[in-house]
């Protein structure tokens, strides 16, 4: 089973990006969807997460305000919305799932797991 990151891509500064992550052998029903990102160099950090019955969505400091978590599960789809990205927003996105929603809120990498590929986001003038 395995999450799938997709809708990356080179933005410049202040652009929008939706990604949408897609699950395969599984539904996301039952699951908390969380983002992360890895830049180069640097370790895997994460972005956003939102509960399973979507009644929670917890952001990271530094994309408050500027990125939104949604799902659609009867799509069995979890979006993340990226506005008014910044050169720092670049890095490769990756969605995970957890069965626990109460470690959604902690945004650690530990708990997550059906880690796939992920997407890369550039934001370059």
């Known amino acids: 089973v395995q999450l799938q990151a997709s809708g990356g891509g080179l933005v410049q500064p202040g652009e929008s990006l939706r990604l949408s992550c897609a699950a395969s052998?599984?539904?996301?029903?039952?699951?908390?969807i969380g983002w992360f990102r890895q830049a180069p160099g640097k370790e895997r950090e994460g972005v956003s997460c939102i509960t399973s019955s979507a009644g929670n969505t917890y952001y990271a400091d530094s994309v408050k305000g500027r990125f939104t978590i949604s799902r659609d599960n009867a799509q069995n789809l979890v979006y993340l919305q990226m506005n008014s990205l910044k050169p720092e927003d670049t890095a490769t996105y990756y969605c995970?799932?957890?069965?626990?929603?109460?470690?959604?809120?902690?945004?650690?990498?530990?708990?997550?797991?059906?880690w796939g590929q992920g997407t890369q986001v550039t934001v370059s003038s």
């Open positions: 995970a799932a957890v069965v626990n929603d109460r470690l959604c809120g902690y945004l650690n990498v530990l708990p997550f797991g059906s």
């Open positions: 052998g599984f539904t996301l029903d039952d699951y908390a």
